[in-house]
């Protein structure tokens, strides 16, 4: 998994965040500094257009992205099948259009255990998750 940045600008105002950049902050009259954000994010929303807008090819595949670095972003996909919210995705720019992909799992364990940060908190996470997926069975009436 190859981590990248993307560029963004940043209201030295109210923090916010955007992708693309903007030369002005879309709540206030104040010129956004230069930023950068992950392309890495998690999925807000998706959908499939089968009779999408003039000058695109269906199906359009579409997604609602929250990017690490607090920016949310809608892009292009190759596919929504598999896809869910709460999936963490690539986000890559081609010119100014910016397309999804899946994270496979390993890639997904490489983000985990990134964000997990030292082995003393990667254990506790490892342990909530294996406490969540037994709580999770004990209330579906699972042994």
């Known amino acids: 998994m190859n981590v990248h940045t993307l560029p963004a600008s940043r209201c030295p105002r109210c923090h916010r965040v955007v992708v693309p950049p903007a030369r002005l902050c879309p ?14 994010g998690e999925v807000v929303s998706f959908t499939t257009l ?5 000058g695109f ?13 607090g920016a949310r972003l809608v892009c292009h996909g190759d596919k929504t099948q598999g896809l869910k919210i709460g999936s963490w995705v690539a986000i890559e720019a081609v010119g100014n259009i910016y397309y999804f992909s899946h994270l496979g799992a390993l890639d997904r364990a490489r983000l985990f255990w990134r964000r997990a940060g030292r082995a ?3 254990m506790s996470a490892i342990a909530q998750s294996l406490a969540k997926r037994a709580w999770k069975g004990r209330l579906r ?3």
Do not use: C
Request: aromatic residues 0%; charged residues 20%.
């Open 57 to 69: 090819r269906s199906p359009l595949h579409i997604a609602l992205v929250d990017l690490v670095g």
């Open 27 to 40: 709540d206030h009259p104040v010129t956004m500094e230069a930023a950068t954000v992950s392309n890495l």
């Open 141 to 143: 009436g699972e042994s």
């Open 50 to 54: 089968h009779s999408p807008p003039e």
């Open 120 to 122: 003393g908190e990667r």
